[in-house]
């Protein structure tokens, strides 16, 4: 006869019921917004399902995995994550004037996304090896291993993966315990070298940023997609307009409302009562994420865990405030509630290496 308590027991051995749900109520409101941002379109539900399904059986699979594969997976991942980067230069498609994809026959990926996972892993992997000795030297060269792969994707152009991988590299600098006297001086010199950064931007990208200063200024074109965000965030006033009569999202006005600006949807048919409850819950995956790291048994698990959490809320925090205008639009999506494939592959498997070093405790030496 079987034991299903012990089937089950078995399946959720590695898996932490904690984070579990709480990244399941938010895969449950992304269904249930897409619903309404797609005008019904039951296919775009079912697509969102199947993303969800394909990625949890891959963040099952990393839960599961001990430590130290983990660790001996960070260079594999990395090199082969800067080969794909470099043969989307040479041979990618380009589609929309940027040059992002790479067919390989059976599928067209983005390398790019590899790279959310493969620069953190790597970074606290090379730490982890230089922990009794770390000296300048030391922080240099992560900064280097955080710095190529950036470049080649903002070469791409892909500014809003290239915003959240330098992020993801430079918490895992922070954790490592990068002095704040340089962290100060850095942006110092981020500051002064901005004229030059500002020459060596493309013309949408400094669009953006000019539209972030004033919309109004081409409020059909480059300003567009800031004033209806905007403008859906603030007419759902208190309590919403109420699921499915959301005016900005089916009369057309709202533009990327299953991607991007699927956070405005929420906004006008939820209001700010919806945002507290959504914020809430990302509040509470991100507290469950720093539990795990100030638990976590090793540097290198530490420093994983803190970047994977910090990177959440940096997804979460510039998706909500491109659309709300207080950031530029660079294309990011929400975080486990926007439509996406990739996106939610990426995270999910950064969740299941949260719950890997939450249910293994003990790092083998490699």
Same mark, same amino acid.
């Given at each position: 006869?079987?034991?299903? *308590?012990?089937?089950?027991?078995?399946?959720?051995?590695?898996?932490?019921?904690?984070?579990?749900?709480?990244?399941?109520? /938010?895969?449950?409101?992304?269904?249930? =917004?897409?619903?309404?941002?797609?005008?019904?379109?039951?296919?775009?539900?079912?697509?969102?399902?199947?993303?969800? /399904?394909?990625?949890?059986?891959?963040?099952?699979?990393?839960?599961?995995?001990?430590?130290?594969? /983990?660790?001996?997976?960070?260079?594999?991942?990395?090199?082969?994550?800067?080969?794909?980067?470099?043969?989307?230069?040479?041979?990618?498609?380009?589609?929309?004037?940027?040059?992002?994809?790479?067919?390989?026959?059976?599928?067209?990926?983005?390398?790019?996304? /590899?790279? *959310?996972?493969?620069?953190?892993?790597?970074?606290?992997?090379?730490?982890?090896?230089?922990?009794?000795?770390?000296?300048?030297?030391?922080?240099?060269?992560?900064?280097?291993?955080?710095?190529?792969?950036?470049?080649?994707?903002?070469?791409?152009?892909?500014?809003?993966?290239?915003?959240?991988?330098?992020?993801?590299? &430079?918490?895992? =600098? &922070? =954790?490592?315990?990068?002095?704040?006297?340089?962290? @100060?001086?850095?942006?110092?010199?981020?500051?002064?070298?901005?004229?030059?950064?500002?020459?060596? @931007?493309?013309?949408?990208?400094?669009?953006?940023?000019?539209? @972030?200063?004033?919309?109004?200024?081409?409020?059909?074109?480059?300003?567009?997609?800031?004033?209806?965000?905007?403008?859906?965030?603030?007419?759902?006033?208190?309590?919403? *307009?109420?699921?499915?009569?959301?005016?900005?999202?089916?009369?057309?006005?709202?533009?990327?409302?299953?991607?991007?600006?699927?956070?405005?949807?929420?906004?006008?048919?939820?209001?700010?009562?919806?945002?507290?409850?959504?914020?809430?819950?990302?509040?509470?995956?991100?507290?469950?994420?720093?539990?795990?790291?100030?638990?976590?048994?090793?540097?290198?698990?530490?420093?994983?865990?803190?970047?994977?959490?910090?990177? &959440?809320?940096?997804?979460?925090?510039?998706?909500?405030?491109?659309?709300?205008?207080?950031?530029?639009?660079?294309?990011?999506? =929400?975080?486990?509630?926007?439509?996406?494939?990739?996106?939610?592959?990426?995270?999910?498997?950064?969740?299941?290496?949260?719950?890997?070093?939450?249910?293994?405790?003990?790092?083998?030496?490699?």
């Amino acid at each position: 006869m079987i034991d299903t *308590k012990q089937i089950q027991r078995r399946f959720m051995a590695h898996l932490d019921p904690v984070l579990l749900m709480a990244i399941g109520l /938010l895969m449950l409101v992304s269904l249930i =917004l897409l619903y309404t941002a797609s005008d019904g379109n039951w296919m775009r539900v079912l697509g969102q399902f199947t993303n969800i /399904l394909i990625a949890f059986a891959a963040m099952w699979v990393v839960a599961n995995m001990p430590l130290h594969y /983990l660790m001996r997976s960070a260079v594999p991942i990395y090199i082969l994550g800067l080969v794909l980067l470099v043969c989307v230069a040479l041979f990618g498609e380009i589609s929309h004037g940027a040059r992002r994809w790479l067919n390989i026959g059976i599928a067209t990926i983005q390398p790019s996304e /590899l790279m *959310k996972i493969a620069v953190p892993l790597m970074m606290a992997w090379y730490f982890e090896k230089h922990e009794a000795t770390l000296t300048l030297k030391n922080y240099f060269i992560a900064a280097l291993l955080l710095l190529i792969p950036v470049a080649l994707i903002t070469r791409q152009p892909d500014l809003g993966t290239s915003v959240l991988i330098g992020a993801s590299g &430079f918490f895992v =600098l &922070f =954790l490592a315990g990068l002095s704040w006297r340089i962290i @100060l001086g850095m942006g110092v010199v981020a500051a002064a070298s901005a004229p030059f950064v500002w020459s060596s @931007l493309h013309d949408y990208q400094r669009h953006r940023v000019l539209m @972030l200063l004033d919309p109004s200024q081409d409020a059909l074109g480059k300003g567009y997609h800031t004033i209806q965000g905007m403008i859906a965030v603030g007419s759902g006033g208190i309590l919403g *307009k109420g699921y499915l009569n959301g005016t900005q999202t089916h009369l057309d006005f709202l533009p990327e409302r299953t991607t991007d600006f699927i956070f405005a949807v929420y906004s006008e048919e939820f209001g700010f009562l919806g945002n507290i409850i959504l914020l809430s819950m990302y509040i509470f995956v991100i507290g469950r994420g720093f539990v795990i790291t100030a638990n976590a048994s090793t540097y290198f698990t530490r420093l994983m865990a803190g970047s994977i959490t910090l990177t &959440f809320f940096t997804y979460a925090f510039v998706n909500m405030g491109m659309v709300s205008g207080i950031l530029p639009v660079v294309g990011v999506p =929400l975080p486990l509630v926007s439509y996406g494939g990739t996106s939610m592959l990426t995270l999910l498997l950064g969740f299941g290496m949260l719950m890997s070093i939450h249910t293994h405790k003990q790092l083998v030496k490699t």
